[in-house]
């Protein structure tokens, strides 16, 4: 989450503040430290304004005393969707190119298409970047490739299926190559490719909770997304994610995360300066479902 520009922090009531992180957690198992006060001033300024508030803290309180549910949302939106760029971090890419990608493509054999999955799309500079990568590496991303995004947030998947971003996103992250190739400038705006778009599927999913049907994905992309949950969070989600993952399958966390695995069930692997993690032991049977939705 970014913190620039942070007003300073209006005064919560204890049990205002205590109310807002219950409900932030309840409903997206992020939890908000009250050293993060400033952060919250910061993310709901714009609803409070909106609103007729005075500030945040005022925000806060009224909503405590009179939940409106669209406002919920918005606040738990704001709280919950961190700042993204295109290609962040290039050795995942690397790795995933060079080595993880041919790897799969070989094992299946043109059996059926790899799968990846974004599992925190944000507003969709990863999946977008993802397969401009692979279509410049590989050639038109319908010769055995399917993209499968998620998110939270209704309000930036929203936007990721527009695919259309500013000049200040494109500019984070972005080769002046790929942009030029694989968007059209409208005035200030760039606007992804069809061929690009039409190859991410979107959807909203809540990490935290039980996942609906999917298909077996071969890898795994849930890169700066645990360090916003708790130890036993972190468990559940990676159990899930162990569910949906194919066999031999990877998974790719940030630069900074572990994986949280007592019991030793995820083997790390290093590929160039990136870790990518496997399944120590893979069990059929729960596989067997996601197979079934080919």
């Not at 109310?19 to 409070?48: C, G």
């Not at 700042?83 to 054999?109: C, K, N, Q």
């Not at 209704?154 to 500019?171: I, M, T, Y």
């Not at 991410?200 to 990490?207: G, Y």
């Amino acid at each position: 989450m970014s913190t620039a520009a942070a007003p300073s922090s209006p005064s919560f009531a204890p049990d205002d503040f205590a109310w807002l992180t219950r409900v932030v957690h309840e409903r997206s198992a992020i939890r908000i430290e009250e050293s993060k006060a400033y952060l919250v001033a910061t993310r709901l300024a714009s609803i409070a304004t909106e609103g007729g508030h005075a500030d945040v803290a005022a925000l806060i309180a009224h909503l405590r005393r009179q939940p409106q549910e669209r406002i919920i949302e918005a606040v738990v939106d704001a709280l919950t969707t961190n700042e993204t760029s295109w290609l962040r971090d290039s050795h995942p890419f690397h790795a995933l190119l060079e080595v993880v990608i041919p790897e799969i493509r070989d094992r299946l054999g043109g059996s059926r298409p790899t799968r990846i999955w974004s599992a925190a799309c944000s507003t969709g500079q990863e999946p977008y970047g993802l397969a401009i990568l692979l279509r410049d590496k590989f050639g038109p991303l319908t010769n055995g490739f399917e993209i499968h995004a998620s998110d939270l947030s209704e309000r930036v998947l929203a936007k990721a299926r527009a695919g259309e971003f500013s000049q200040v996103e494109v500019n984070r992250g972005l080769p002046a190559r790929l942009l030029v190739e694989y968007f059209d400038q409208r005035a200030t705006r760039w606007l992804i490719s069809d061929e690009i778009r039409r190859q991410i599927k979107f959807r909203r999913l809540n990490l935290a909770q039980p996942f609906p049907p999917m298909p077996a994905v071969d890898v795994v992309l849930l890169r700066n997304v645990l360090i916003y949950f708790d130890n036993p969070t972190k468990q559940a989600i990676l159990e899930r994610v162990a569910k949906v993952l194919a066999p031999q399958g990877y998974l790719l966390l940030g630069s900074t995360e572990m994986v949280v695995d007592p019991e030793r069930r995820w083997q790390p692997q290093s590929v160039g300066a990136s870790t990518v993690y496997r399944l120590a032991e893979q069990n059929p049977k729960q596989h067997t479902e996601h197979r079934r939705l080919r």
